[in-house]
Nanobody, 124 residues
Framework: QVQLVESGGGLVQAGGSLRLSCAAS????????IGWFRRAPGKEREFVAT????????YLSNSVKGRFTISRDNAKNTVYLQMNSLKPEDTAVYYC?????????????????WGQGTQVTVSS
């Protein structure tokens, strides 16, 4: 079991940057694959990025590839989502999620634990 808390959201102009953090409790953080998902109003939850347990492998959705970077610091029990060149369509509540597996997945239902979300709003 792990508890996750997102932070770093806010209002930013198009073309700007934000860095989201996902802070985890517990001593077994490094055993979890972590994913970032987002939900815009009226839309389904959408995969954004995921990172392997050791941080050596990442996978990002095509819509954010080249703009976003996911990383983790297991010593700090934290995963980051660096978001650059933000677009209005990136506006959403962003969630981090943990999965008790070595396998990366884009499927939200395969993640076991979720944070409360942090709002990202990109103005045009």
């Amino acid at each position: 079991q792990v508890q996750l808390v997102e932070s770093g959201g806010g209002l930013v102009q198009a073309g700007g940057s934000l860095r989201l953090s996902c802070a985890a409790s517990g001593r077994t953080f490094s055993t979890y694959v972590i994913g970032w998902f987002r939900r815009a109003p009226g839309k389904e939850r959408e995969f954004v990025a995921t990172i392997s347990r050791g941080g050596g492998t990442t996978y990002l959705s095509n819509s954010v590839k080249g703009r976003f970077t996911i990383s983790r610091d297991n010593a700090k029990n934290t995963v980051y989502l660096q978001m650059n060149s933000l677009k209005p369509e990136d506006t959403a509540v962003y969630y981090c999620a943990a999965r008790s597996s070595a396998d990366l997945t884009t499927t939200s239902t395969l993640y076991n634990y979720w944070g409360q979300g942090t709002q990202v709003t990109v103005s045009s």
